[in-house]
Structure formats: structure tokens, C-alpha cells
């Protein structure tokens, strides 16, 4: 009887359902400011879903198109105009980062969570509004929404 019983309990259970596609949203950006009030970091939070819960690359995959899953592009406020930043190397910065393999062990692969990531700033500049748009990919290379991030990175 008692296993008759878990058995309707499972059945009816009602799992989420979300797109095969990953789906992002803006949580909050946290700005990380040392003892002396001088901001050191930010730390963008966002939540997720994945119908089928393919999310993560694992440490052997490392060439293009699974090098990173994690994009951020980065602007900076100059003159009233949005302007990658460009570093003394002359490369655009961003970013993209990897996400670890996050897919569920068994029969439903739906997913969902947050995620925290951490970003540098730009302290050396007159910078004092920047902003970050954010997607993710899946595994079978399915490009999230992008979400923007506007924010100021200096304490007055």
C-alpha cells in the first residue's frame, strides 16, 4: 500500500515547464567597496530557467563555440554616448565568463537558479555611469534574452 501510494504522489507532481531556450532576468547589481569607501567590483545577479537543463560547459571543453556561455558586454558613459571601453592593447572589453555544468540528474532536465558573477571597474577614468548587457547560452548554443544593466560606479 505504501509504495502504491508514493507512486500516485509522484504521478501527480507537476514539474515547471519553461522554453528550451534560456531565459535571463535582471536580479540586482551589488557595487563591492573596500574599507576606505573606494569601489573595487560589481557583482551581477541574474536568475535563469532551461527547459531541457542543458546549462554548463565542462573543464574540457575550451575551443569556440564552447569557449565561454557567459557574456557581458561592458560600455562606459563618455560625452552622453555609450562607448565600448577599449584597453591599452586595443582589445574591447567585456566579461564572458563560463558557467559549470548545471543539468539535473534525472528524468526532468528542467532548470532554474541565480547566478552571481563578478566584474571589474573602471576606477582609472572619469567614468561614473557604465552598463552591462548580459546573456547566456545553452549547450546546444541556444542564446538567452539580453538583459541590460545600467548603473553608476562611484560613491559620492
Same mark, same amino acid.
Given at each position: 500500500?505504501?509504495?502504491?501510494?508514493?507512486?500516485?504522489?509522484?504521478?501527480?507532481? $507537476?514539474?515547471?515547464? =519553461?522554453?528550451?531556450?534560456?531565459?535571463?532576468?535582471?536580479?540586482?547589481? $551589488?557595487?563591492?567597496?573596500?574599507?576606505?569607501?573606494?569601489? $573595487?567590483?560589481? &557583482?551581477? %545577479?541574474?536568475?535563469?530557467?532551461?527547459?531541457?537543463?542543458?546549462?554548463?560547459?565542462?573543464?574540457?571543453?575550451?575551443? =569556440?563555440?564552447?569557449?565561454?556561455?557567459?557574456?557581458?558586454? =561592458?560600455?562606459?558613459?563618455?560625452?552622453? $554616448?555609450?562607448?565600448? =571601453?577599449?584597453?591599452?592593447?586595443?582589445?574591447?572589453?567585456?566579461?564572458?565568463?563560463?558557467?559549470?555544468?548545471?543539468?539535473?540528474?534525472?528524468?526532468?532536465?528542467?532548470?532554474?537558479?541565480?547566478?552571481?558573477?563578478? %566584474?571589474?571597474?573602471?576606477?582609472?577614468?572619469? &567614468?561614473?555611469? %557604465?552598463?552591462?548587457? &548580459?546573456?547566456?547560452?545553452?549547450?546546444?548554443?541556444?542564446?538567452?534574452?539580453?538583459?541590460?544593466? &545600467?548603473?553608476?560606479?562611484?560613491?559620492?
Amino acid at each position: 500500500m505504501t509504495v502504491i501510494m508514493l507512486l500516485l504522489l509522484a504521478g501527480c507532481h $507537476q514539474w515547471p515547464e =519553461y522554453p528550451d531556450e534560456p531565459q535571463i532576468e535582471f536580479v540586482e547589481y $551589488q557595487l563591492l567597496i573596500d574599507k576606505d569607501s573606494i569601489p $573595487q567590483k560589481g &557583482v551581477i %545577479v541574474f536568475s535563469f530557467t532551461d527547459g531541457d537543463g542543458d546549462i554548463g560547459l565542462d573543464d574540457t571543453e575550451t575551443e =569556440y563555440p564552447y569557449d565561454y556561455n557567459l557574456f557581458i558586454e =561592458y560600455f562606459e558613459m563618455h560625452d552622453g $554616448q555609450w562607448k565600448s =571601453y577599449i584597453n591599452d592593447s586595443g582589445d574591447t572589453v567585456n566579461f564572458n565568463g563560463r558557467i559549470p555544468v548545471l543539468t539535473p540528474e534525472g528524468n526532468d532536465k528542467a532548470i532554474s537558479g541565480t547566478i552571481y558573477d563578478t %566584474v571589474g571597474i573602471n576606477r582609472f577614468n572619469d &567614468v561614473d555611469t %557604465v552598463k552591462y548587457i &548580459v546573456s547566456i547560452k545553452d549547450h546546444a548554443l541556444n542564446e538567452s534574452n539580453k538583459i541590460e544593466i &545600467v548603473t553608476r560606479q562611484k560613491i559620492y
